[in-house]
């Protein structure tokens, strides 16, 4: 889904695509709704469509995880501080071919960064483009700044800023987008100063995209408003969200067992981290409640073949 915000700005989406940058582009290997009414078919999938217990024909999302997750998740990035899961979204860029083609100097929040996978695909793209990163772990921000320095024919040279904050509890820092150069009326107030502003510098004047791949899902979703809300805080007028996350039924879902559910197509890992499952209703009603405005909307059905074993897997994401 592209959203844009009135006056303001924010895009949803994503497609899939095979790993090579020149490789075909597929989202559509198959209908979502056969996918839908294949599960919803099948008496062993019964309990993915339930009421959550202790819910009366509850909306999608009411009920919150036990715990808030932010602290599993740093426990994942340090078991795997090797970054043996990193692998390049080179399909973003065909998915999202306003990042390649932006203007020159764009600024990119990425949110949620993880180990780098998704900044280093769009710092490769155009050598204009600055990538400011957070994430709530401060190992993984370490492995991704390793990873992205490391990476050949890459020169981030004052274009990877990479800092610490968990979205789905704190505001963005002032010196992204502050008070005083979103609204006029504002008294200029520096809370803090980064080293890399230069001195006449009161923020770095927004954001011309925010991207949230993956990460709306690992919050609680609850708290998913707010973090919407933060996202759009930062962005110039015009500017865009671009969102990728996982779709209603997809095969991770399927794949959880009843007692690991903890809310309406909310799900908790046995290691405490969390996914929610998307349908389009839901992610529309999310960020339109923000204040964007809809572009592009859909779901990215994607049909994958286990090498080894030739099995077949249907994989769906919600991507705008």
């Given at each position: 889904?592209?959203?844009?915000?009135?006056?303001?700005?924010?895009?949803?989406?994503?497609?899939?695509?095979?790993?090579?940058?020149?490789?075909?582009?597929?989202?559509?290997?198959?209908?979502?709704?056969?996918?839908?009414?294949?599960?919803?078919?099948?008496?062993?999938?019964?309990?993915?469509?339930?009421?959550?217990?202790?819910?009366?024909?509850?909306?999608?999302?009411?009920?919150?995880?036990?715990?808030?997750?932010?602290?599993?998740?740093?426990?994942?990035?340090?078991?795997?501080?090797?970054?043996?899961?990193?692998?390049?979204?080179?399909?973003?860029?065909?998915?999202?071919?306003?990042?390649?083609?932006?203007?020159?100097?764009?600024?990119?929040?990425?949110?949620?960064?993880?180990?780098?996978?998704?900044?280093?695909?769009?710092?490769?793209?155009?050598?204009?483009?600055?990538?400011?990163?957070?994430?709530?772990?401060?190992?993984?921000?370490?492995?991704?700044?390793?990873?992205?320095?490391n990476t050949k024919g890459i020169d981030?040279?004052?274009?990877?800023?990479?800092?610490?904050?968990?979205?789905?509890?704190?505001?963005?820092?002032?010196?992204?987008?502050?008070?005083?150069?979103?609204?006029?009326?504002?008294?200029?107030?520096?809370?803090?100063?980064?080293?890399?502003?230069?001195?006449?510098?009161?923020?770095?004047?927004?954001?011309?995209?925010?991207?949230?791949?993956?990460?709306?899902?690992?919050?609680?979703?609850?708290?998913?408003?707010?973090?919407?809300?933060?996202?759009?805080?930062?962005?110039?007028?015009?500017?865009?969200?671009?969102?990728?996350?996982?779709?209603?039924?997809?095969?991770?879902?399927?794949?959880?067992?009843?007692?690991?559910?903890?809310?309406?197509?909310?799900?908790?890992?046995?290691?405490?981290?969390?996914?929610?499952?998307?349908?389009?209703?839901?992610?529309?009603?999310?960020?339109?409640?923000?204040?964007?405005?809809?572009?592009?909307?859909?779901?990215?059905?994607?049909?994958?073949?286990?090498?080894?074993?030739?099995?077949?897997?249907?994989?769906?994401?919600?991507?705008?």
């Open positions: 889904m592209e959203v844009q915000e009135a006056g303001g700005g924010g895009e949803l989406g994503s497609r899939a695509g095979k790993d090579q940058a020149e490789a075909e582009y597929h989202s559509r290997d198959f209908e979502w709704e056969d996918l839908r009414a294949e599960v919803e078919a099948d008496p062993a999938f019964s309990y993915h469509l339930s009421p959550f217990p202790g819910q009366a024909a509850a909306a999608p999302g009411t009920a919150s995880s036990p715990q808030h997750p932010s602290e599993a998740w740093r426990c994942f990035h340090r078991r795997h501080a090797s970054g043996k899961f990193f692998k390049e979204r080179r399909y973003l860029l065909k998915e999202f071919p306003e990042l390649p083609n932006s203007k020159e100097c764009a600024k990119i929040l990425e949110v949620g960064c993880g180990n780098g996978s998704t900044a280093v695909s769009i710092l490769r793209s155009n050598e204009s483009i600055s990538v400011f990163a957070c994430d709530c772990s401060k190992d993984t921000l370490e492995k991704a700044n390793e990873i992205i320095s981030v040279k004052d274009r990877f800023r990479p800092f610490l904050m968990d979205v789905s509890k704190e505001n963005f820092p002032d010196w992204l987008f502050c008070k005083a150069c979103r609204n006029p009326s504002h008294h200029k107030l520096r809370k803090e100063h980064p080293v890399f502003l230069r001195e006449n510098q009161c923020c770095v004047g927004g954001m011309d995209f925010v991207t949230m791949i993956f990460t709306l899902s690992a919050i609680p979703f609850t708290l998913m408003p707010t973090a919407i809300e933060q996202c759009v805080s930062v962005l110039k007028p015009g500017g865009l969200l671009l969102f990728r996350d996982y779709g209603l039924y997809d095969m991770t879902m399927l794949r959880f067992l009843p007692h690991q559910r903890v809310g309406f197509r909310e799900y908790m890992r046995s290691d405490g981290t969390l996914s929610y499952f998307f349908t389009l209703d839901t992610v529309r009603e999310l960020f339109l409640a923000a204040g964007l405005i809809e572009l592009e909307l859909e779901y990215c059905c994607v049909k994958s073949v286990n090498r080894k074993n030739g099995k077949k897997m249907q994989r769906y994401k919600t991507s705008g």
